[in-house]
């Protein structure tokens, strides 16, 4: 059923006005929930330096801590939980989540292994992987859709607070806890990076029981576009699951009669990536002289590369069995979601950059450490203040100017997103072949501000292009690409780089620009196209079978 903007109503059942004061306190609150998930996720980076040297691993093992091991885990489960968050509460989702990731983010203050460390990470991934598909969602019905660039710049200021927080907090805890207990006596013997692993996760607590608390919104309020309540969303949650997993897919496309088609591609696509995996894996362990096992499982021994390539290879099939899954199960989201030109290209252009980004800003501040003079907590918090500062001022001004030029011209936050990630890898270059700390920090400050700006119109985009019972599931998607490519490879190839090349950093993460190039010619395509698939929404998905 669909309203005009018009007689879209004010309100949803609970007293909730749209943009209003229970509205604005909800974008409060989900905002305070994506921090503690980046905060959770980031803190492992400055902790680096401590870690590698108390379990005795290289900085490749830390970047598949960092990216592919939590990554696999919080993009394949972002899937069923998007699923979740299109059919059932969403605040109780986002307070079961926060609630279980925080116990996760403190196991990790108990581990003395590579093991237990990455027992923790991928728990943490499983418990944030509704953050952002639920939170979206429900901001999506908290305001109009006037507003969309305002409210989800709202996520690139949580991921400012949560990865300053990450910088600052995590080196400012371990530091003070080392200096507190130097003569030993430390509580439960725990040392200043464990000690800032259990402290970090103590909010997370807090934001679950006011969460819980929060009134759900009508959904699709935000656009006048309303869908029957679902039936059964475990039920759905979990038909996604199975239907992604290696084996299991299989089962799926059995019990649905796929045609001859889908088996077959699914299977070349299985051999083909495993290949791959296994090529990748060898390749990479002779670029270094030394590669100590990261993972044993029996007699089974992986090194960190083997581990890299295994996780990577196992994301990319999962990709192919849930949009094959998608298809047999929901005909009109696959249409609109996998098949849609425009989303395409955003999900293209937000994967690759997200290899960018999370090459860089899983490795700058270590990179600050060593090789500018200073004490290593001071640098941290400076980096942390200029992270946060510039993380919410820049998205906050792109936010409202995305609003302003999409209501003036077609395509308009494109132009935004396209000015933003066109310059920033210019600016790049000036920050890491800074000579000094003082030019590297005023640098980053140009260079910071300009590429905070893509998130709210890339986001607002995407959301304008599907229909409000799938934002849950195209947020999980994004995130999956994203995390695959982005989480999987930048944090590993910075780090496989800096390994090779006898750690310069520097140069380490400039060469993850390589994918600039395509990024942008991504860009200029979809100020075309965006336009027009937005404007045929309705029309794909009523050919495609939706009720709309």
Known sequence: MRATENEAPASAPGGVKLGGPMAWYGLFLVTMTVAMSLLDRQILAILAPRIKADLNIGDAEMGVLYGAVFGLFYSVFSLPLGRLADGWVRTRLLS?????????????????????????????GIGEASSQPAGMSLLSDYFPKKQRGMVTSAMAVAVALGLGGAIGLGALIADWWENAFADGGAPLGLKGWQAAFVIAASPGFLLSFLLLKLPEPLRGAGDGVF??????????????????????????????????????????????????????AHWTDSLRPDNPIALRIGALELTGNALQWTISGAGAYIVICWMQ??????????SIIVKQPAIAMIIAVAALQSVINYGVMSWSAVYAIQNFEG??????????????????????????????????????RIYLALFALGVSPFLAFAVFKAPTLGGFFSWFVVYSLVLTMWIPPIYASMLDLVLPRMRGMIMSYYILMMTITGMGLGPYAVGMISDVNEGNLGDAILNVYWVAPAIITLLVALVWRLPKDEAMLAERAREAGEPV
């Not at 196991?107 to 991928?122: D, E, K, Q, V, Y």
């Not at 089962?251 to 077959?264: D, H, L």
């Not at 899954?325 to 696959?334: E, G, N, T, Y």
């Not at 609003?403 to 003036?408: A, E, G, L, S």
């Open 96 to 124: 079961l989540s926060i609630f279980g990731w925080s116990i996760m983010t403190g196991l990790a203050g108990f581990a003395n292994s590579f093991g237990m460390l990455a027992l923790s990470r991928l728990g943490v």
């Open 227 to 280: 869908s029957k309540p679902d039936p059964a969303p475990f039920r759905a949650s979990l038909d996604t699951l199975v239907g992604i997993l290696p084996g299991f897919a299989w089962v799926e496309f059995a019990r649905r009669k796929a045609p001859v088609k889908i088996w077959i591609v699914n299977i070349i696509a299985a051999v083909v990536i495993a290949s791959l995996a296994v090529f990748l």
């Open 325 to 334: 899954s998608l298809a047999l199960r929901d005909r009109p989201a696959f």
């Open 375 to 412: 004490a290593q907590t001071t640098i941290a918090v400076q980096f942390s203040i200029l992270i946060t500062v510039l993380g919410i001022t820049g998205p906050l001004i792109a936010g409202l100017a995305s609003d302003w030029m999409n209501q003036r011209f077609k395509g308009g």
